[in-house]
């Protein structure tokens, strides 16, 4: 489209010329050889050191710009990248040392229960067989005495009774009458009083 | 009120007169101008590759865009063996830019205006792609001039076309920039000569056409510069990558 108007225009532009050409005299002065040869010769000379400048100073300074900055900005990115990598690294460590401290205090506190718990029973067993002990004794104590009693209270019956005789009718029975007696109740009764 | 449009496309001395035999290379407006191109892009571009930073500043980031505009355009066109041609291609785009867009300044002269400069442009680049590619591909070069997959027929005819249409090759660049640039810039002076003839009046139709004009015109000054590498990239490609 440009293209098109631009030709349109040009072709006008060469109509107008034409006849303001006709009316002038003298034409193009590009075809004006009188300054051919020096135009030659200072755009040699000026374009030459415009690209010797450009190509050795100026354009090398740029692509060292363009790449120092390219790769500073890619070193940026991979020294994130890679503090990324390491904080989750650390990230997982921490929780690594978290679960394994999590565990660790589990573990102490099972075995503290444990052991406490061991504590606890052995005493218990300890305490049990002290009382288990005491038991024993206290029931051989108590047979002992059981054995023992019936001879003690027919003895202390025998004697009660020679002294209520005595006091009741003032005279002196034969112990060995008064225990025979008491004898013969004890054997009579005895299985009543003492279980056997 | 300057009669011809042409008169700005004239030539003359500044300062004496210096003759190396028969020959004059006095200098000219024309060189003044492709003096101040090239100090305009030398101090441009110096600017913008005097520190590295990772912000760059406005002169930097010129710099670097264009660079990495001239770069893709030779990367596309011309693929990654033109690498060595950068600079030169890059020079070339940046003077004809320069020059281009310096004429745009009223009272300046366009370097690009004259035949002779553009010519001397577009033959050097020539010469120089024939020269590179008979160093690439020997005398397989020429095979340049026979496209693959033609009957034998037509091969005698084509071979003619093909050698024609690259020896114009120069004609054709150079003429292309000159007759733009001269176009322009003489179509603006006509616009400009009617605004004076119709007075206050009449001339406001052609004033407004001027500034539309001067818009134009700059579009085309990039366009030209533009064009003008892009042919010399495609050139070297056909001399780098022989693809007939």
């Known amino acids: ?196 | 009120m300057a009669a011809n449009p042409m008169t700005q496309f004239e030539v003359y001395r500044i300062g004496p007169e210096i003759k190396v035999g028969a020959f004059d290379i006095s200098f000219t407006n024309s060189s003044l101008f492709m003096v101040v191109s090239s100090l305009a892009i030398l101090i441009v571009f110096s600017l913008g590759s005097k520190k590295s930073s990772l912000l760059p500043n406005k002169f930097q980031l010129l710099a670097e865009l264009s660079y990495n505009f001239v770069s893709k355009m030779i990367g596309d066109t011309a693929g990654s063996k033109a690498r060595p041609y950068f600079a030169f291609i890059f020079s070339l785009f940046m003077f004809v830019l320069f020059c281009n867009m310096f004429g745009m300044i009223p009272y300046t002269f366009t370097v690009t205006s004259h035949i002779i400069v553009t010519f001397m442009l577009a033959a050097f680049i020539f010469i120089g792609v024939t020269i590179v590619g008979f160093i690439k591909h020997g005398f397989g070069y020429l095979k340049l001039f026979v496209p693959s997959g033609v009957p034998a027929v037509l091969l005698p005819l084509i071979v003619v076309i093909e050698i024609i249409s690259y020896l114009s090759r120069p004609i054709s660049l150079s003429v292309r920039l000159f007759a733009n640039m001269m176009a322009g810039h003489t179509m603006m002076k006509v616009f400009g000569g009617f605004v004076i003839s119709l007075g206050i009046v009449g001339g406001w139709l052609p004033l407004s056409f001027s500034v539309a004009l001067t818009g134009l015109e700059i579009l085309v000054a990039f366009l030209q510069a533009y064009v003008f590498a892009i042919l010399t990239c495609i050139y070297l490609n056909d001399a780098l990558n022989l693809h007939h």
């Open chain 1, 1 to 196: 489209m440009i293209k098109k108007i631009l030709f349109q225009l040009i072709f006008l532009t060469f109509l107008f010329t034409g006849k303001v050409i006709a009316a002038e005299s003298g034409g193009m002065p590009q075809l004006n050889p009188e300054f051919w040869v020096s135009q030659i010769f200072w755009l040699t000379i000026i374009f030459g050191i415009l690209y010797v400048v450009l190509s050795k100073i100026i354009l090398p300074k740029i692509s060292a710009n363009l790449e120092s900055r390219k790769s500073q900005i890619s070193d940026n990115i991979e020294a994130a990248e890679k503090q990324r990598k390491e904080s989750e690294t650390k990230l997982k460590e921490y929780d690594e040392i978290i679960s394994k401290s999590k565990n660790e205090a589990k573990s102490i506190f099972n075995q503290a229960k444990e052991k406490v718990l061991k504590d606890i029973n052995a005493k218990k067993d300890i305490l049990e067989k002290q009382i288990d002990e005491e038991i024993k004794k206290a029931e051989e104590e108590i047979n002992k005495l059981r054995i023992g009693a019936p001879k003690k209270i027919s003895k202390i019956a025998i004697d009660t009774s020679s002294e209520l005789i005595q006091k009741l009718i003032g005279a002196e029975i034969n112990n060995s009458s008064i225990s025979a007696i008491v004898d013969d109740l004890t054997k009579k009764n005895g299985a009543k009083y003492y279980g056997n």
